[in-house]
């Protein structure tokens, strides 16, 4: 039952991660849509600092890992750097290869997820 737990665990990690890349492909949505909008300033996701602290508070306490304190946070980027006369800081390129990025560790995720419940399914089925 160990396994299973391990299994379940893993896909929680995995489930946090999902909604923090489809977050941060709403923001970054918003970030390329408003790219010619003057004093339009772009946001951020912020989620592997959560993440990463929570472990670190997690394994110095020797508790369980709290899902609550590693959800994704939306902010304002605190770049002052504008791409123009309008002060705009969205840079229409770095948001389209952040788009890519992230679409990419979307799609891996979700299959991590698929086989993960796959291997949940064959350990149930089993006659071990």
Known sequence: MMVLNNM???NNFISVGLQATALRNSVINNNIANAETPGFTRSIVEFE???SNEIVR???SGTDINFANIMPT???SME???NGLDANNVDIEMEMASLYINSARF???SISVMNNY???NVALNSNI
């Open 8 to 10: 379940f665990e893993v």
């Open 49 to 51: 600092s959560h993440l």
């Open 58 to 60: 997690a394994r110095q």
């Open 74 to 76: 939306v902010q304002l």
């Open 80 to 82: 002052s750097v504008a």
């Open 107 to 109: 799609e891996a995720m």
């Open 118 to 120: 796959r291997r949940i």
